[in-house]
């Protein structure tokens, strides 16, 4: 296991695992079959992944998304895994090309859709190799009872089977209830697997429900506030996406729109747009959906309430897979109720109604209810929490406060009674909302008592009104296409005999700082250096054709706006960084962080981990004004000046005369810039053919005896020599 938590800091730059990670992977490393059941965001990836480096041949797993295929494989190589996938979207050549570096040996995972293994090509493809593991991901496609159900799934069990010698089995899903689990140990035919269920709990989702008054003013308002975030907005029908997307595109903002009504073109185009981050907002119905792997996805709004907590938890759960709090927010209205009902009736056959009944009506609860929220899901999912209240939902946010609405509701009934029954919700809110709509004057409804009572308030609240009347029994809804409203025999203990009538609403409450919250704590970031860091990684991944996620996460880049790594060591630091990753992008980064460091005073403090090992070169080269541990103290560096002399061209020895300081002093500085990842070439200034001697004495005394060692090497090797070839020889070995 040491190797494992090794290879996950150095490939994934991560210091530690995730719960259940760590059990999955010794299960797998003892040959042992394995079933993970880990929610969304989980980081069941690092659960194969691992073990692929660690075990001889070569993993194959089993994905149902081709769509994803491109992002996990250019993940992986991003961070210096060798992986490459086989789908229909390989071109002829390429194919050819993959295969043969399959046989060379060259990958250590590969990722297959299940619809190849039908081939008996590719069987024979496996025998040929060494394959020590198969991974199955996305599981759950093996059962019918699953939301996903691909009969090529059924094939797996018969492909492993066919196989000279059997692999390890490991099969991963975010889907835990009892019969597609059994489905899945059964069909798979794994083999007496090691099965982990980590709980279903996202501390860092947030969850809300909202009751506004405008959805549509909601919206807009939040992404105002969160203009520089992605988030999905989810609605419940494709007109909804459609108006809503062209509301919020002839407002100015960077929308995209997904449904099955666009043609694959449009489609594919958009989901790209929002995968790199070319538009911020997504607006769609639920068919956007298991081909989602950004992870940097900080909202998800449900502009209208779905159909039941199964898909609710699945969409939403699809805010912050990178760790980082992120906010999951349905915006109820009860119109929504009626609208769901309404698709219950046309797309399911008789026999599943109360099913759908019964889970429409717990979503409803879920809306309604003044508990913690995270605490009703995780019951929903057969959980049981240790806590009663989050603190971090918009319950517990919340205090529920009680408004007596008994005259609002007599207006209402009464409209609706001297409209005589024939009519629907709409035009009943026109007229206690005074609307001065030809219809309504055609009508004479403009001679009513109950014209315009309302007036002062919003058509939106009047509905709600409305739809909390319905949905408490007081109207009924009538009719399938044009539902009209009719009222209910209990509306007149409202309209004669004064019953009371109550609504609840949240308001805000504050939550004092040391109470406890089951929420992931939240960075205290530099948002400016965020701000820069977000676009310099959209640049990066728009040159190298990947999504910005995976250059680096947003809780990479906002530990590097807490924690200035102005130099590689704190760099590998970060959560996310590693050696790959670094070597790639660390210093165009530490640059960018640097140069923001200096022109904005920042005294960087201190090291992200506290104990790790001291500057190496800080002995040789510290000028008197830097602590040992500290890192790049930058605020008035007197280094910058010495460095950018030198940008412009000028001698170590000008600068020297220059700046009134001796030549070894510049020289300490400019290696030390050196150190922090500044584009500084001393090539010249040094000598090179002293590399392979200085690199020697390194390696046989280490750094710190180097200093008397300058007396036994050949006297033409100068100080600036040995700093220069002691921060080369540390970055190659951090490399
Ligand atoms: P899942 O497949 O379970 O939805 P992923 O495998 O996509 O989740 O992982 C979600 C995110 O969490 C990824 O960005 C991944 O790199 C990150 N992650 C995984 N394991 C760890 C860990 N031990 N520490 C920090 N981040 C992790």
């Not at 019964?358 to 057969?382: G, M, V």
């Not at 005074?434 to 309302?454: C, E, P, Q, R, V």
């Not at 007036?455 to 009047?462: A, C, H, L, V």
Request: hydrophobic share 35%; charged share 25%; glycine share 6%.
């Amino acid at each position: 296991m040491e190797n494992a938590q090794n290879l996950l800091k150095k490939y994934f730059g991560y210091e530690s695992f995730r719960p259940g990670q760590d059990q999955i992977i010794s299960h797998i490393l003892d040959g042992e079959d394995c079933l993970g059941i880990m929610p969304t965001g989980a980081g069941k990836s690092v659960c194969y992944q691992i073990p692929a480096m660690l075990l001889p041949g070569v993993t194959i797993v089993i994905s149902p998304l081709i769509s994803l295929m491109k992002d996990q494989v250019d993940g992986l190589n991003e961070i210096g895994i060798p992986a490459t996938y086989i789908n229909s979207t390989l071109t002829d050549s390429e194919y050819s090309q993959t295969i043969e570096n399959i046989l060379y040996n060259v990958y250590k995972i590969i990722y297959v859709a299940p619809e190849r293994l039908n081939s008996d090509t590719f069987i024979n493809l496996l025998n040929r190799l060494d394959v020590s593991m198969i991974t199955i991901d996305e599981a759950h496609c093996v059962s019918q009872w699953g939301h996903d159900f691909r009969p090529s799934y059924r094939e797996i069990a018969n492909v492993i089977l066919n196989l000279k010698k059997r692999p390890i089995v490991s099969a991963f899903t975010a889907t835990a209830t009892q019969i597609v689990k059994d489905d899945i140990i059964n069909l798979l035919h794994l083999s007496n697997p090691f099965t982990l269920t980590t709980g279903f709990d996202r501390k860092n989702l947030n969850f809300c429900v909202e009751i506004p008054e405008s959805k549509k003013d909601f919206i807009i308002d939040f992404i105002e506030k969160n203009s520089k975030d992605s988030g999905i907005i989810y609605c419940l029908t494709r007109k909804t996406v459609d108006n809503l997307y062209e509301g919020l595109l002839n407002l100015g903002y960077n929308v995209s729109k997904y449904h099955g009504g666009m043609s694959e073109n449009a489609r594919t185009k958009s989901q790209e747009d929002f995968t790199y981050d070319r538009t911020q907002i997504m607006v769609a119905t639920n068919a956007f959906g298991m081909g989602i792997d950004k992870s940097n996805i900080r909202y998800v709004i449900h502009y209208n309430m779905p159909k039941d907590l199964e898909s609710y938890y699945q969409e939403a759960g699809r805010a912050g897979r990178d760790g980082d709090n992120s906010k999951c927010i349905l915006l109820f209205s009860r119109a929504d109720i009626v609208t769901n009902k309404f698709l219950i009736e046309q797309t399911t056959s008789d026999s599943n109604h109360k099913i759908e009944y019964d889970k429409l009506n717990d979503i409803i609860d879920y809306c309604n209810t003044d508990k913690c929220l995270r605490k009703y899901i995780l019951e929903y999912f057969d959980e049981t929490p240790t806590f009663d209240d989050c603190n971090n939902c918009s319950n517990c946010l919340s205090e529920i406060e009680t408004t007596d609405i008994t005259l609002d509701s007599k207006k209402i009934l009464s409209c609706i009674k001297r409209m005589n029954e024939r009519f629907g919700s709409g035009l009943v809110t026109d007229v206690l909302k005074g609307s001065k709509s030809a219809k309504i004057k055609s009508f004479g409804f403009d001679n009513l008592s109950t014209y315009g009572i309302m007036s002062e308030y919003t058509k939106d609240t009047i509905k709600d009104l409305i739809y909390f009347l319905i949905t408490e029994g007081y109207i009924k809804c009538v009719g399938d296409k044009y539902p009209i409203l009719v009222l209910d025999n209990s509306a007149n203990d409202i309209l004669f005999k004064d019953k009371q009538v109550l609504i609840k609403r949240k308001i805000e409450k504050i939550i004092p700082k040391n109470v406890a919250t089951n929420s992931k704590e939240e960075l205290d970031y530099d948002n400016n250096l965020f701000e820069i860091l977000r676009s310099l990684r959209k640049e990066i991944a728009e040159i190298n054709g990947i999504p910005p996620f995976i250059v680096f996460t947003d809780v990479s880049l906002k530990e590097m706006s807490t924690y200035f790594p102005t130099n590689v060591e704190n760099m590998l630091e970060i959560s996310g960084v590693g050696v790959n990753k670094l070597e790639k992008y660390g210093n165009i980064f530490i640059e960018t962080i640097n140069k923001y460091v200096v022109e904005n005073n920042i005294e960087v403090q201190g090291r992200k981990v506290k104990n790790s090992k001291d500057s190496l070169v800080s002995d040789s080269i510290s000028d008197d004004t830097e602590s040992k541990n500290a890192p790049a103290k930058v605020k008035e560096d007197t280094r910058v000046v010495s460095y950018n002399l030198y940008k412009d061209g000028n001698s170590i020895d000008e600068i020297s005369k220059v700046r009134g300081l001796k030549r070894q002093t510049i020289e300490g500085h400019l290696v030390k810039c050196y150190e922090l990842g500044m584009d500084v070439d001393l090539e010249k200034d040094i000598h090179v053919e002293f590399e392979g001697i200085i690199f020697d004495a390194i390696d046989n005394l280490g750094f710190d005896k180097l200093r008397p060692l300058k007396d036994f090497l050949p006297s033409d090797v100068s100080y600036l020599d040995i700093n220069y070839f002691v921060v080369k020889y540390k970055k190659n070995r951090l490399l």
